[in-house]
């Protein structure tokens, strides 16, 4: 294994200020691929009338498949709110649900929704630089931006974790994170 992989996937540099990856293609993701994500249906047609902006960024690194290997990839979130609900990701459950994952927060002020699939209990927990966030399996993720600047973290999850994103499609997370005072809040969708 080790020999058959090439230098840029043992080693990848990365840009703080852009989540740029050496090498690797950053997939984007503008307010109209959100569509039915936020909460405020009509903030969002209202917001799309505007303009379609880039709202997050995310380059994989997946250097080997197989039995506890692993994959990552950074993020870029940008700022911004649609009505009172901040910029958010798609979010998703691995496909093989028992994938955990580790999130560091590298800059930026954010927080990640985490859903339990069985119970549907939910929790909000910080991210940010100089710490890290631990998704269980069976749980939805979610990232939220709840800062001016924009968020940029490392995902690590293993390499047969997958993405299922039709599950929140059809059923999108319970709670959502708003802005009251200034401070991000989670209230019932
Ligand atoms: C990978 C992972 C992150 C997300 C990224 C974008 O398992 O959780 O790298 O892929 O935060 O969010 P989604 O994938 O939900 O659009
Ligand atoms: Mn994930």
């Known amino acids: ?21 050496s090498n690797r293609p950053m997939v984007k993701r503008y307010l109209s691929d959100l569509r039915g994500s936020f909460a405020d249906a009509a903030a969002y047609e209202a917001a799309l009338a505007q303009g379609n902006p880039l709202l997050y960024e995310v380059s994989a690194v997946e250097p080997a498949t197989g039995d506890g290997q692993l994959h990552y990839g950074l993020g870029i979130l940008y700022p911004g709110n649609i009505g009172d609900e901040y910029y958010l990701t798609k979010g998703h459950y ?84 708003v802005q009251r005072d200034g401070h991000p809040v989670l209230l019932d969708r």
Do not use: C, Q, W
């Open 94 to 177: 691995h496909t093989h649900r028992p994938a955990a994952e580790i999130y560091i927060g590298l800059k930026g002020e954010g927080a990640m929704v985490l859903e339990d699939e069985a119970t549907g209990e939910t929790r909000l927990v910080p991210l940010r630089a100089n710490s890290a966030v631990y998704v269980p399996g069976h749980t939805a993720h979610r990232t939220v931006n709840t800062g001016a600047e924009p968020l940029v973290y490392i995902g690590v999850y293993p390499s047969n974790a997958g993405h299922d994103y039709g599950a929140i499609a059809k059923k999108n997370f319970r709670k959502i994170v």
């Open 1 to 21: 294994m080790l020999l058959s992989l090439k230098l840029e996937d043992l080693f990848v540099a990365y840009s703080l200020d852009s989540a740029a990856l």
